[in-house]
């Protein structure tokens, strides 16, 4: 079976920082590309960033390029989302995400929320 669960979001002040942990199980995650979306209340859901399989490439939506940084621990199937210098417009709710062979899977989501 199947799971990703997040965890690690919670209530941060602006310019503060969090990190997004997403523990995976019931694949072989070491042979997968991994993503991070977001979706905000009344916005459509939005990629995040992406890692390959063996960390080598990153991607990153324009909004949290320099922000943001995604790594995985192969070892413990797990990645995660440093968040740095959040703003209040990264309020969302964070979801791991992951296309593997048989379909897509998602976590149940973490709530980001930025606010002073």
């Known amino acids: 079976q199947v799971q990703l669960v997040e965890s690690g979001g919670g209530l941060v002040q602006p310019g503060g920082s969090l990190r997004l942990s997403c523990a995976v199980s019931?694949?072989?995650?070491?042979?997968?590309?991994m993503s991070w979306y977001r979706q905000a209340p009344g916005k459509e859901r939005e990629l995040v960033a992406t890692i390959s399989s063996s960390s080598i490439s990153t991607t990153y939506a324009d909004s949290v390029k320099g922000r943001f940084a995604i790594s995985r621990d192969n070892a413990k199937n797990t990645v995660y989302l440093q968040m740095n210098n959040l703003k209040p417009e990264d309020t969302a709710v964070y979801y791991c995400?992951?296309?593997?062979?048989?379909?897509?899977?998602w976590g149940q989501g973490t709530q980001v929320t930025v606010s002073s």
């Open positions: 019931g694949f072989t995650f070491s042979r997968y590309r």
């Open positions: 995400y992951a296309r593997i062979t048989g379909g897509d899977y």
